[in-house]
């Protein structure tokens, strides 16, 4: 079954251009950290580009940022989700599979919003 999910690029761009800003960061230094392109990111701030999940995770990381505010422009409070993942061995035991550290944070990340999405289509 395909899921449909409504991105707002526009509103998302403006959120990361608004937390940019925020951290006085130019394009040029946050696309460097990031790993992108000055081009990209102007492109994801205009609305013109819908952002990548990745990027989404590691303009996080970079900025600090909480995820779920760039995607979605609300704030989660934890305690509201007490059976999400907190700790990748909860759910699975990556002690054995090899996966990176940085892997091990994608794969939480990815769960993460594949629950969002199943709970806001009530499946």
């Known amino acids: 079954m395909q899921l449909q999910y409504k991105?707002?690029?526009?509103?998302?761009?403006?959120?990361?251009?608004?937390?940019?800003?925020?951290?006085?960061?130019?394009q040029e230094k946050l696309s460097e950290a990031i790993g992108v392109t000055t081009k990209y990111l102007s492109k994801v701030e205009n609305g013109a580009a819908?952002?990548?999940l990745p990027f989404i995770i590691k303009f996080s990381e970079v900025t600090g940022s909480d995820p779920n505010y760039l995607l979605r422009?609300?704030?989660?409070?934890?305690?509201?989700y007490p059976y999400m993942v907190r700790e990748e061995s909860a759910m699975y035991?990556?002690?054995?599979?090899?996966?990176s550290k940085r892997g091990r944070r994608v794969c939480s990340e990815i769960v993460k919003k594949v629950i969002e999405v199943l709970e806001e289509n009530n499946i």
């Open 7 to 26: 991105i707002d690029k526009k509103a998302i761009g403006k959120r990361l251009q608004n937390e940019r800003i925020r951290l006085e960061q130019t």
């Open 50 to 52: 819908a952002p990548s």
């Open 73 to 80: 422009g609300t704030y989660r409070q934890a305690e509201c």
């Open 93 to 99: 035991d990556f002690s054995t599979t090899g996966i």
